[in-house]
């Protein structure tokens, strides 16, 4: 199986601030990864997918990158509706698996 | 807009089958650029995804391995929803249990409410 892991686990931001979620894979993937955020009580929302694509309806601060193993997810200003938790998921090989997710929390 | 509705039992007992129901609405199982998904979430193993149907020209169903010898996933286009049923449960099987569609092999861009299952005499 395909190993996700991110860091950080958790992070502390301002309203405003620039925040960077890294997901690495235990082998590559080329672009075959999505971003989801989660609040509490909800099912995941996907964001990014294709690992740099933006979903419909998601607001252009939150953007990804990476290729390969190493990918970053980046949110350019931070708004109080985006403290939530975050994760990647890998599509390129069964079984599907998730990163262990980075909660954005309020400082 | 697509949704997904669950139904299913929020508390099973150990030994027992766990079956969960997603209805979908404004898409159809049987789509053919479309899969059909289940997907777990718990403290202790995070986001697991456990399996998928969908139809091309047939039915399909892959399951993680973990899971095979006592998962199914099944369709029921007669009223446009798919099942999943859960073996042998022990309390480890405790989690929130999603169904997710994933229309364009790249994510889950629909996603049901969620069940928290509790395994538990």
């Known amino acids: 199986d395909i190993q996700m892991t991110q860091s950080p686990s958790s992070v502390s931001a301002s309203v405003g601030d620039r925040v960077t979620i890294t997901c690495r894979a235990s082998q590559g993937i080329s672009n075959w990864l999505a971003w989801y955020q989660q609040k509490p009580g909800k099912a995941p929302k996907v964001l990014i997918y294709a690992a740099s694509n933006l979903q419909s309806g998601v607001p252009s601060r939150f953007s990804g990158s990476g290729s390969g193993t190493d990918f970053t997810l980046t949110i350019s200003s931070l708004q109080p509706e985006d403290f939530a938790t975050y994760y990647c998921?890998?599509?390129?090989?069964?079984?599907?698996?998730f990163g262990g997710g980075t909660k954005v929390e309020i400082k | 807009q697509v949704q997904l509705q669950q139904s299913g039992p929020g508390l099973v007992k150990p030994s027992q089958t766990l079956s969960l129901t997603c209805a979908i609405s404004g898409d159809s199982v049987s789509s053919n650029r479309a899969t059909w998904n289940w997907i777990r979430q718990s403290p202790s193993r995070g986001l697991e995804w456990l399996g998928r149907t969908y139809y091309r020209s047939k039915w399909y169903h892959d399951y993680a391995v973990s899971l095979k010898s006592r998962i199914s996933i099944t369709p029921d286009t007669s009223k446009n929803q798919f099942s999943l049923q859960l073996k042998d449960v022990t309390p480890d099987d405790t989690a929130v249990y999603f169904c997710a569609r994933d229309s364009s092999g790249w994510n889950f861009d629909y996603w049901g409410q969620g069940t928290l299952v509790t395994v538990s005499s």
């Open positions: 998921q890998q599509a390129n090989s069964f079984p599907l698996t």
